[in-house]
């Protein structure tokens, strides 16, 4: 499954970020409902996007689903101890997407 191919499916607008700091840039122009962001970023990773979420007032209320390949629960415990509000193990499982945006995401 290719995740925008399933993120649009589900009916969602999907901007793509090559690296940590482009997303953040995104987030700021988009104020997006939602994001999926893998923890392994270049130029910033997952965590430092988390952070900057956070302090950022017009961020810090935006969901965020980390994913990763990583599928320990050390490792889920501490990326949702850095912010993250869900965490989705690659390969992502359509039904457990779907499942996670449902929670997230009104209507």
């Known amino acids: 499954m ?6 649009e499916s589900l009916g969602c607008l999907v901007v793509h970020a090559q690296n940590g700091q482009q997303a953040l840039d995104l987030m700021r122009a988009a104020r997006p409902a939602c ?4 923890i392994t970023l270049p130029i910033k990773d997952g965590y430092a996007v988390m952070a900057e979420m956070r302090a950022d007032p017009l961020l810090k209320g935006i ?3 980390a994913m990763s390949a990583h599928a320990e629960s050390e490792y889920i ?3 949702m101890a850095a912010g993250a509000w869900a965490y989705l193990v690659k390969p992502l499982e359509q039904d457990a997407l ?9 209507g």
């Open 2 to 7: 290719l995740l925008i191919d399933e993120l």
């Open 35 to 38: 994001i999926v962001c893998d």
């Open 63 to 65: 969901p965020f689903v």
């Open 77 to 79: 415990a501490q990326v």
């Open 98 to 106: 779907r499942a996670c945006l449902a929670r997230l995401l009104p």
